[in-house]
């Protein structure tokens, strides 16, 4: 049974680090106000992620027999980055808003490598789906440093 809990409190981590992307990317849309059009659409598809993946892990937590914890992590939880992310979003440019996003996007990098950290506690599905998400949310990561490298060059 220990086990089990411990297996729900790792996806309820992850599933708080999402809860925090979608916050996140709520705030970031609403900050570059139509600034950029090309953002928003990006923003919106991590959403659309995070939706994705807080549904994939709501259903391992209950597969454990634990319950769902739908807050985010800024209740004092591990994972706070992306409410300092939000609290640092005074200024509305582009490269403002991604150099945030990718500080967030590195926070959920470093929940997913804590997440996979506890191995021995992990059974292979659980492993399986946060090494898929981990993975896809890398590739979001390189979206946006993508995009900021290429703002910032645009800006020299």
Do not use: P
Not at 35 to 41: G, N, T
Not at 42 to 47: A, K, L, P, S, T
């Amino acid at each position: 049974m220990e086990q089990h809990e411990a297996i729900t409190d790792i996806l309820n981590d992850l599933l708080k680090i999402n809860n925090d992307r979608i916050e996140g990317y709520e705030k970031a849309i609403s900050e570059s106000k139509g600034l950029d059009i090309d953002l928003k659409a990006i923003f919106e598809g991590m959403i659309r992620e995070s939706s994705q993946y807080k549904d994939e892990l709501t259903q391992k937590i209950h597969l454990h027999g634990g319950e769902v914890e739908d807050d985010t992590t800024s209740a004092g939880k591990i994972y706070r980055a992306w409410m300092d992310i939000k609290a640092a979003m005074t200024d509305s440019d582009r490269h403002s808003i991604l150099a945030s996003c990718e500080f967030g996007e590195d926070a959920a990098q470093r929940a997913y490598e804590a997440a996979l950290s506890a191995d021995s506690l992990l059974d292979a599905d659980c492993r399986k789906l946060i090494k898929e998400q981990q993975a896809a949310l890398k590739k979001s990561h390189d979206v946006i440093k993508k995009q900021r490298d290429v703002h910032k060059s645009l800006q020299s």
